[in-house]
Protein backbone atom coordinates (compact mmCIF):
# COMPACT_ATOMS: atom_id res chain seq x y z
CA UNK A 1 0.00 0.00 0.00
CA UNK A 2 1.28 3.41 -1.13
CA UNK A 3 0.87 6.20 2.09
CA UNK A 4 1.24 9.96 1.62
CA UNK A 5 2.92 11.64 4.34
CA UNK A 6 4.37 15.36 4.35
CA UNK A 7 8.01 15.54 3.86
CA UNK A 8 9.61 18.44 5.15
CA UNK A 9 13.32 19.91 4.18
CA UNK A 10 15.65 22.24 6.12
CA UNK A 11 18.46 24.21 5.73
CA UNK A 12 20.77 22.87 8.50
CA UNK A 13 18.55 22.25 11.28
CA UNK A 14 16.27 19.19 10.57
CA UNK A 15 17.88 17.05 13.83
CA UNK A 16 16.70 20.00 15.93
CA UNK A 17 13.52 20.91 14.21
CA UNK A 18 12.46 17.23 14.29
CA UNK A 19 13.17 16.82 18.02
CA UNK A 20 11.13 20.21 19.14
CA UNK A 21 8.26 18.22 16.99
CA UNK A 22 8.67 14.88 18.66
CA UNK A 23 8.71 16.92 22.05
CA UNK A 24 5.66 18.70 21.30
CA UNK A 25 3.90 15.29 19.63
CA UNK A 26 5.06 12.45 20.84
CA UNK A 27 6.40 9.15 19.09
CA UNK A 28 9.45 7.50 17.63
CA UNK A 29 12.25 9.61 15.80
CA UNK A 30 14.37 8.63 13.88
CA UNK A 31 17.06 10.08 12.10
CA UNK A 32 20.17 9.39 9.80
CA UNK A 33 22.85 11.96 9.26
CA UNK A 34 24.67 11.81 6.28
CA UNK A 35 27.85 10.72 8.14
CA UNK A 36 25.95 7.14 8.56
CA UNK A 37 25.22 6.60 5.04
CA UNK A 38 27.17 5.36 2.03
CA UNK A 39 26.26 8.78 0.84
CA UNK A 40 29.05 10.50 2.66
CA UNK A 41 31.49 9.09 0.36
CA UNK A 42 29.80 11.45 -2.51
CA UNK A 43 29.91 14.44 -0.44
CA UNK A 44 32.09 17.06 0.98
CA UNK A 45 32.82 16.61 5.08
CA UNK A 46 30.36 19.76 5.58
CA UNK A 47 27.03 17.97 4.51
CA UNK A 48 28.13 15.17 6.83
CA UNK A 49 26.65 16.39 9.93
CA UNK A 50 23.31 16.99 8.31
CA UNK A 51 19.99 14.61 7.94
CA UNK A 52 19.70 12.41 4.82
CA UNK A 53 16.53 11.56 6.49
CA UNK A 54 14.32 11.76 9.69
CA UNK A 55 11.24 10.07 10.38
CA UNK A 56 8.78 10.83 12.91
CA UNK A 57 5.85 8.69 13.46
CA UNK A 58 3.28 8.79 16.80
CA UNK A 59 -0.28 7.22 16.40
CA UNK A 60 -1.90 8.35 12.91
CA UNK A 61 0.42 11.33 12.51
CA UNK A 62 3.61 10.53 10.12
CA UNK A 63 5.87 12.37 8.58
CA UNK A 64 9.21 12.81 7.28
CA UNK A 65 12.74 15.35 7.01
CA UNK A 66 15.60 15.60 5.65
CA UNK A 67 18.12 18.46 5.50
CA UNK A 68 18.60 20.54 2.05
CA UNK A 69 21.66 18.23 0.23
CA UNK A 70 21.42 19.62 -3.47
CA UNK A 71 24.61 20.50 -4.40
CA UNK A 72 23.49 23.85 -7.15
CA UNK A 73 19.96 24.53 -6.53
CA UNK A 74 18.57 26.66 -3.11
CA UNK A 75 16.20 25.99 -1.08
CA UNK A 76 12.98 28.67 -1.02
CA UNK A 77 10.63 27.96 2.33
CA UNK A 78 7.38 29.55 1.46
CA UNK A 79 4.25 28.45 2.92
CA UNK A 80 3.29 25.85 0.29
CA UNK A 81 4.68 23.51 2.86
CA UNK A 82 2.32 22.77 5.78
CA UNK A 83 0.98 20.29 8.04
CA UNK A 84 -2.66 19.37 8.63
CA UNK A 85 -3.67 17.71 12.27
CA UNK A 86 -6.98 16.66 12.12
CA UNK A 87 -9.56 14.77 14.20
CA UNK A 88 -9.25 14.25 18.07
CA UNK A 89 -10.68 15.78 20.93
CA UNK A 90 -10.21 19.64 21.67
CA UNK A 91 -8.67 19.22 24.82
CA UNK A 92 -5.80 17.03 22.57
CA UNK A 93 -5.32 19.27 19.89
CA UNK A 94 -5.30 22.44 22.21
CA UNK A 95 -2.10 20.27 23.80
CA UNK A 96 -0.31 19.85 20.62
CA UNK A 97 -1.13 23.48 19.10
CA UNK A 98 0.25 25.19 22.52
CA UNK A 99 3.44 23.59 22.18
CA UNK A 100 3.91 24.26 18.66
CA UNK A 101 3.43 27.87 19.46
CA UNK A 102 5.95 28.54 21.51
CA UNK A 103 8.59 30.43 19.00
CA UNK A 104 5.59 30.71 16.60
CA UNK A 105 5.33 33.94 14.86
CA UNK A 106 2.57 35.85 16.44
CA UNK A 107 1.70 37.55 13.08
CA UNK A 108 0.49 34.01 11.63
CA UNK A 109 -1.21 32.78 14.05
CA UNK A 110 -5.03 32.08 14.72
CA UNK A 111 -5.56 29.92 17.87
CA UNK A 112 -7.29 27.06 18.33
CA UNK A 113 -11.43 28.26 18.43
CA UNK A 114 -14.84 26.77 17.67
CA UNK A 115 -16.17 27.04 14.24
CA UNK A 116 -19.18 25.75 12.85
CA UNK A 117 -18.10 22.38 11.58
CA UNK A 118 -15.50 22.22 14.96
CA UNK A 119 -12.40 23.52 16.22
CA UNK A 120 -10.01 25.35 14.20
CA UNK A 121 -6.31 27.08 14.38
CA UNK A 122 -3.74 27.71 12.45
CA UNK A 123 0.39 28.96 13.26
CA UNK A 124 3.54 29.35 11.57
CA UNK A 125 5.94 27.47 13.90
CA UNK A 126 9.15 29.16 15.34
CA UNK A 127 11.20 27.03 11.99
CA UNK A 128 8.67 28.80 9.63
CA UNK A 129 6.32 25.47 8.66
CA UNK A 130 2.82 26.38 8.89
CA UNK A 131 0.56 24.11 10.79
CA UNK A 132 -3.82 23.57 10.26
CA UNK A 133 -5.44 22.37 13.10
CA UNK A 134 -9.26 20.75 12.56
CA UNK A 135 -11.46 18.92 14.80
CA UNK A 136 -13.94 18.68 18.22
CA UNK A 137 -15.05 21.59 19.16
CA UNK A 138 -14.19 22.58 22.45
CA UNK A 139 -18.00 21.84 24.39
CA UNK A 140 -17.03 25.25 26.41
Known sequence: ???????????GNC????????????????ITKVSDTPMKNHMPPEQHRKVAHAHLKTGAIVFSATDWLHPTRV????????????GGQYNELRAIF????VGADKSLLDDLRDMP??????????YGI??????????A
Not at 15 to 30: D, N, R
Not at 75 to 86: D, E, F, H, R
Not at 98 to 101: E, N, S, V
Open 117 to 126: FGSYGHLADK
Open 130 to 139: HWFFQGEASK
Open 75 to 86: PKQGNTVAMYIN
Open 98 to 101: DKLA
Open 1 to 11: MINLTPFLIFE
Open 15 to 30: AEAMAFYQSCLGGELT
